[in-house]
Nanobody, 118 residues
C-alpha cells in the first residue's frame, strides 16, 4: 500500500513537499517514482529514485523538483520548488523496477492534488 500526502493549493513560485509512505512491500529494494496527471492528459513520469539512490527527472522539472527516499521510514518524497501553473495535476507515487534507463511501474498509491494558481 502506498499513501501519498502533501498536496494543496500554492501560488506560482511557491513550494510543496509530497510524501508517500509505503507498507507491505520491501521498500528498500524498490525503485520509487512520482507520476502526475493533469485533466485531459495522460499520466506522465516526473521523477524516479532507484534502490541505490540514483535519480532521474522529467526535463521540465529538472532543477526545480527533488526526489528523495528514507528507507528507515519506507517513505519517498518529492520536493517541488518554483512551482508553475503547468505543474497543476494529481500526483501519484509508484513502487516499481528500474532496468537501465527504463522504469517499469508496479504498485500505485492514491493521488494527491497539486494546484498552482494565483
Amino acid at each position: 500500500q502506498l499513501q501519498a500526502s502533501g498536496g494543496g493549493l500554492v501560488q506560482p513560485g511557491g513550494s510543496l513537499r509530497l510524501s508517500c509512505a509505503a507498507s507491505g512491500i520491501i521498500f528498500s529494494r524498490k525503485s520509487m517514482s512520482w507520476y502526475r496527471q493533469a485533466p485531459g492528459n495522460q499520466r506522465e513520469l516526473v521523477a524516479t529514485i532507484t534502490s541505490g539512490g540514483n535519480t532521474n527527472y522529467k526535463d521540465s522539472v529538472k532543477g526545480r523538483f527533488t526526489i528523495s527516499r528514507d528507507n528507515a521510514s519506507n517513505t519517498v518524497y518529492l520536493q517541488m520548488n518554483s512551482l508553475k501553473p503547468d505543474d497543476t495535476a494529481v500526483y501519484y507515487c509508484n513502487a516499481g523496477i528500474s532496468r537501465g534507463s527504463y522504469y517499469y511501474p508496479g504498485y500505485w498509491g492514491q493521488g494527491t492534488q497539486v494546484t498552482v494558481s494565483s
